[in-house]
């Protein structure tokens, strides 16, 4: 099967910054894989549903959750096929279990959308 790996994170107090890395060289490498599919973050907290956080095409033209408030930087590396988030600011409701997903057909923040996903890397932000 294809992997997402994602990397990055761990525990920060609140204002902190946190870059988060998703490694997708097998997938856009798989000759199966749509060259125009979007690859995006999404996180899950506790008790909560799974958010969209931000999503990208290989064009690196990026669409951001606007409770995000411009505080995450969405950027897609075509020479390392890794999908970085930058997070600046973070506060305690931040906290999440964060998730690179890709396929997605369309540029949406909804995750039925997306086909495959990585296994999540956590983020904790202490007040």
């Known amino acids: 099967a294809v992997r997402l790996v994602e990397s990055g994170g761990g525990s920060v107090q609140a204002g902190g910054s946190l870059t988060l890395s998703c490694e997708a060289s097998?997938?856009?490498?798989?000759?199966?894989?749509?060259?125009?599919?979007?690859l995006a973050w999404f996180r899950q907290a506790p008790g909560k549903e799974r958010e969209g956080v931000a999503v990208?095409?290989?064009?690196?033209?990026?669409t951001y959750a606007e409770f995000l408030k411009g505080r995450f930087t969405l950027s897609w590396d075509a020479v390392k096929n890794t999908l970085d988030l930058q997070m600046k600011n973070l506060q305690p409701e931040d906290t999440a279990m964060y998730y690179c997903?890709?396929?997605?057909?369309?540029?949406?923040?909804?995750?039925?959308?997306?086909?495959?996903w990585g296994l999540g890397t956590q983020v904790t932000v202490s007040s």
């Open positions: 997903a890709a396929g997605g057909v369309t540029r949406t923040l909804d995750a039925r959308f997306f086909t495959i």
């Open positions: 097998e997938y856009i490498n798989n000759r199966h894989t749509n060259p125009r599919a979007y």
């Open positions: 990208t095409d290989r064009s690196g033209l990026a």
